[in-house]
C-alpha cells in the first residue's frame, strides 16, 4: 500500500478538491483520513489517501470509501484476491474466538488485503505488511 498527502485550503477548497477527485478515481482506495489543521491565518485540511499500488489483473472500481471511511473490500479487489480475502477473513475469526480478543486484534482488513495483493507467502514477505 502507498499513500498520498494533500492539503485542501479551508477556505477556498474547490480547486483542491478537484485534484482530489482526480486522484480517487484513478486509484484503488484503501482508507481516507483527514485532519483540519490551523497556522496562524492559514488554515487547511491535511488528506492521507491510503491506496494499492495498480495491478494488471484488475479492472475493478476505484471508489470503494464510505462515507465513514469504511472500505469495501469486495470493491477494490479482483474476484481471485477478494476469494483469498474471504478465507483470511474466516481464518482471523476463528483465531479470533480462540485467543478470546477481537478479530482486529489479529489483523486489520487493510493487512489482510496488504497479504492478499502482495501475496505475502514468506515471513520475510508477512513481516513487510506490519512494516
Known amino acids: ?3 498520498q498527502f494533500f492539503s485542501v485550503d479551508a477556505l477556498e477548497p474547490d480547486s483542491d478538491q478537484d485534484v482530489i ?3 480517487c478515481t484513478r ?5 481516507v483520513d483527514k485532519r483540519f489543521v490551523e ?5 487547511y485540511w491535511s ?5 494499492l499500488e495498480p495491478s494488471s489483473s484488475s479492472s475493478k472500481p476505484t471508489k470503494a470509501v464510505d462515507k465513514r471511511g469504511q472500505v469495501d473490500y469486495r470493491e477494490i ?3 481471485e484476491d477478494f476469494a483469498i480475502y474471504a478465507k483470511l477473513r474466516d481464518l482471523r475469526k476463528t483465531i479470533s474466538e480462540a485467543e478470546n480478543a ?5 489483523f486489520s482488513n487493510a493487512q489482510m488485503a496488504d497479504m492478499v495483493t502482495n501475496r505475502a507467502t514468506s515471513l520475510t514477505a508477512l ?3 506490519f512494516a
Open 127 to 129: 513481516g513487510e505488511v
Open 1 to 3: 500500500m502507498k499513500l
Open 21 to 23: 477527485d482526480d486522484f
Open 39 to 43: 497556522r496562524g491565518d492559514f488554515c
Open 102 to 106: 477481537p478479530v482486529y486484534a489479529i
Open 77 to 79: 479487489l479482483v474476484a
Open 27 to 31: 486509484h484503488r482506495l484503501v482508507s
Open 47 to 51: 488528506v492521507c489517501v491510503t491506496y
